[in-house]
């Protein structure tokens, strides 16, 4: 039986890494581009325009519900195919990037001081981004107030953690490796992937995720886990989806368009 040479195993990895990102964030990272281009190009300032992360899909709240309930159904198809591609007899594909619950009390404290560590500075850095200019106005949600709305946000937020962690960082991190890169050479890559698709909220937003990235990153080169990740990024989410509507209705005018 004839074998794929070495040439051909990796035309076929690199193959298959655009397949699984050209159908994610690959993908969303050339919209985030061309949505940054779009903007730039207007007359008002950055901070002058808006980006809305979770809005309204229909005008009647059932299909509203249907709609966002698909969205995230659909988005997590990605993740599963990237655990289908890096599964091999005999060695899990959840076990190879870590998202198991064999440390429920470790995954758990690690992604809550992820989350503290990246989410205080990275509101710090949003404020001042767009007092100066160059960070739009971000709206995390923009959903009426449904029974489902918060639910529907935390699986959003989870949806979100899901895809970010385990592709960008898991899945790329698995193949980049046997790639022959660097470690260093991976870990700016994922950073600077992770911040590109986040570029249509301005350059702040992009310096901090790509700054999370490199952080998350080393967390995961230490720990081998996505799990802390999953979580840390979940909560990040949760706290940015729902908080939104709790501050504006407290303190309206503390962050910018509530």
Known sequence: ???????????????????????????????????LLRKLSSEQSLNAQKAVINQSLADQPVFDLVY???????GLVPVVLVFWLLEQPGKSAFTQLGFTLSQPGKDLLRGVGLAAVIGIPGLGLYLVGHALGFTVTIV?????????????????????????ELIVVGYLFTRLRELGWKTWHIIGASAILRGSYHLYQGFGPFVGNVAMGI??????????????????HWILDIVSFTGYALVKSIAPGFLPGT
């Open 1 to 35: 039986m004839t074998e794929w040479t070495q040439k051909q195993r990796r035309s076929r990895t690199w193959l298959e890494i655009a397949i699984v990102l050209g159908l994610s964030l690959g993908s969303s990272a050339v919209y985030s581009i061309v949505s």
């Open 140 to 164: 995390p949600t923009a959903l009426d107030t449904f029974w489902w709305t918060v639910p529907v946000l935390v699986l959003a937020a989870l949806r979100a953690a899901l895809v970010e």
């Open 215 to 232: 952080v998350f990153g080393l967390a995961y080169q230490r720990w081998g886990r996505t799990m802390p990740l999953v979580i840390a």
């Open 68 to 74: 966002q309930l698909l969205g995230i159904f659909f």
